[in-house]
């Protein structure tokens, strides 16, 4: 079981099947995971259910040796049957009180927040982290909101009662940016992902933290 | 509770969003049980969760006076937070026991089912009923398999110790056809959400059941 208080938010890893075919999910997750990578989330919104459990078992199994958090996108259906350490859902998913309801008080859970509203209407009791942007203009995800910027990001941070990860368009120099303000984190696609040496790409991102952190 | 054992399988409607776009899924659906379709499915492949959780509630209310089963595709998530009363799952969907394994004995699991091969390789003590198909070519269903005809069906239905209810491309000629076969009944989508009046062609189908049944 995974300790839900002591998480590592500063570079979380969503998976993304399109580019990760060089090396392949499991692959690119041990990478990450070896390089530092605090939580790792399986995402793959054209998959059929099969398929995103397979990978789940596959990853959870891969990423047992690390004892970070394996979470699921969306499908809290796979979440549970692949015994996976959480759930992350937006806000055209599964409404938060249905998803804790589902998966019970140890299961972590993280919400997708683009503005001050949604964080206002959020229960926080029902939510372990939220996953806040798009910081800057992502081509990752189809249908994201407008980019809120780091001022957006700093802001919501400021008043969020649960720890906030920074996501969208994020690249090592971003990630200084957001580093200097009181995020706790950045979750990526491309910049680990897309990039020719995934471990190596998470290892910059990790320094690139500490150097905003620190400054 | 639905009773499990008394399921009347002869007109199963399963809801499309495009072809209900006319009368709305819910209006479509309380006409179909309103002239004795015996289970109504939600199937929305294309649907976020939220969408897809705020039907089957909607569903699941307007249905409560008719008595009849809210089945609803894929999601087992959705399923069990509307407590709809079951699931329909196809092969490139979570994994029998799997489901099983959420939802608990008592709720209906339906699988897709192509060829015998499928058929022998279920475990029928975790199956209520099996959807086999497509019958005939459909539009609706865009990665269906090759159609089996009346006599795929037929063979599938006298091997299966669940009951079997025939889909894809079915209209009111052929289900006297298939009512000669010892299948339960039909599914259809188009037969009924795409008509200008869906509680008359739930009738018509229903007539052409009898029809095919007694000759």
């Known amino acids: 079981m995974i300790n839900k208080t002591t998480l590592d938010f500063r570079v979380y890893l969503v998976l993304d099947p399109d580019l990760t075919a060089q090396f392949g999910m499991v692959e690119t997750a041990v990478a990450a995971a070896q390089a530092g ?23 959870k199994k ?12 969306d499908h809290v259906d796979v979440a ?15 409404p938060i009180e249905v998803v804790r309801q589902l998966v019970g008080p140890d299961m972590i859970v993280g919400l997708s927040i683009n503005n001050l509203a949604q964080l206002e209407s959020m ?7 939220i996953g806040v942007g798009p910081v800057f ?16 990001l700093s802001n919501i941070a400021q008043l969020s009662p649960v720890p906030v990860v920074g996501i969208g368009g994020i690249n090592e120099e971003r990630t200084v940016e957001i580093a200097r303000t009181v995020a706790d984190g950045i979750a990526v696609i ?3 992902c897309g990039q020719v040496d995934p471990g ?16």
């Open 123 to 129: 229960n926080p009791h029902l939510v372990d982290y």
């Open 190 to 192: 491309s910049a680990i």
């Open 62 to 73: 891969a990423l047992r040796p690390f004892h970070i958090p394996l979470i699921v996108d």
């Open 137 to 152: 203009a992502t081509t990752t995800k189809k249908d994201a909101d407008a980019p809120i910027g780091v001022s957006g």
């Open 80 to 94: 549970l049957a692949a015994q996976a350490d959480g759930v992350h859902v937006g806000q055209k998913d599964l």
């Open 37 to 59: 990578a605090g939580l790792i989330q399986l995402r793959a919104p054209n998959w059929k259910k099969r398929a995103c459990y397979d990978c789940a078992i596959a990853l």
């Open 200 to 215: 190596k790409a998470t290892r910059n991102l990790l320094a690139a933290w500490q150097k905003g952190r620190l400054s």
